[in-house]
């Protein structure tokens, strides 16, 4: 059976807004292939669809997504690792250039934790819980678990999140600067979803330029960055979105953006 039979990922848009919504309530959503390669299609679909401005990506209550499928890595031996279908839908997902909003509530653990990383930035409810247990497992991190909480939390908490499997709380992971807000559970996809409405309403050219240069800044040193940003921004001001969203401001009216 076909991943996309299985509606392992629920997709519903509303306005210039994606929703994906993991769908594997019976193993508190942990990520098995299937469920991968079905999220990377929705976002190459997405990104080729103008009338998608940016995505959330979000679970259930109880759990965002507590890890890879660790039923199914028990049953994958080394060449099976090899050929890992998986290793290339993380990277396609890694590298979506248009913004993408983590609504998290519940267990957000190891891959789910990973996943949710992989997001420009994640909302989350009072109720969440993020960690990378796979040491626990006699594993480690791999989809770039420890790579992105050295860069988002620093290497003190990263340290002690991916050595000891603990997890932090909510508020814990607000402090560390994982999360950028956290917000009563019940809340956390309404107020993703609205932060989404918001961004997929600027100029698709300039929210595209601006997530790839924070992207950026991860990857180089400042002076390269500083010189990433000005080729940009030089792009971007040649858009004619540009001259209409500085018309707009100027006439006292709304921009009406055409992605050119
Ligand atoms: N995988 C498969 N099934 C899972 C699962 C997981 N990660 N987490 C939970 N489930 C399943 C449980 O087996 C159970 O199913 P049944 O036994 O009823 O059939 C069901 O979900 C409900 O779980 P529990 O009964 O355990 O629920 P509790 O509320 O008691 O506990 C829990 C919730 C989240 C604390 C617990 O389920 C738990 O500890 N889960 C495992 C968390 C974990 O260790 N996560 C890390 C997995 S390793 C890679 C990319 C990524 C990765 C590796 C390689 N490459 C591209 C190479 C990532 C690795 C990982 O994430």
């Given at each position: 059976m076909s991943a996309a039979q299985d509606n392992l990922i629920l997709a519903a848009q509303v306005g210039r807004v994606l929703t994906?919504?993991?769908?594997r309530p019976q193993a508190l959503n942990a990520l098995n292939t299937a469920l991968l390669l079905e999220?990377?299609?929705q976002l190459a679909t997405a990104e080729q669809n103008d009338s998608i401005g940016a995505v959330v990506i979000t679970g259930s209550q109880k759990a965002f997504a507590a890890g890879a499928d660790v039923k199914e890595m028990a049953q994958m031996n080394a060449v099976d690792l090899h050929r890992d279908p998986r290793v290339q839908a993380w990277a396609d997902i890694a590298r979506f250039s248009k913004p993408i909003i983590a609504a998290v509530n519940g267990f957000c653990l190891g891959g789910g934790c990973e996943l949710a990383?992989?997001?420009?930035?994640?909302i989350a409810g009072h109720n969440a819980s993020f960690?990378?247990?796979e040491v626990k497992l006699g594993i480690m991190p791999g989809a770039g678990g420890t790579q992105r909480l050295m860069r988002l939390v620093g290497p003190a908490k990263a340290k002690q999140m991916a050595l000891t499997g603990a997890t932090l709380s909510a508020k814990q992971a607000l402090q560390a600067g994982l999360v950028a807000e956290v917000c009563p559970a019940e809340a956390t996809l309404d107020k993703a979803?609205?932060?989404a409405q918001q961004i997929a309403s600027y100029a698709p050219i300039a929210v595209a330029a601006i997530k790839d240069c924070c992207n950026k800044a991860l990857d180089v040193e400042l002076n390269q960055g500083l010189q990433y940003e000005r080729r940009s921004y030089c792009v971007v001001s040649s858009s004619e979105d540009r001259n209409e969203g500085i018309d707009a401001f100027l006439n006292k009216r709304k921009p009406t953006y055409q992605n050119r």
């Open positions: 994906l919504t993991l769908n999220l990377a299609q990383m992989c997001a420009d930035y994640i960690g990378q247990p979803q609205a932060q």
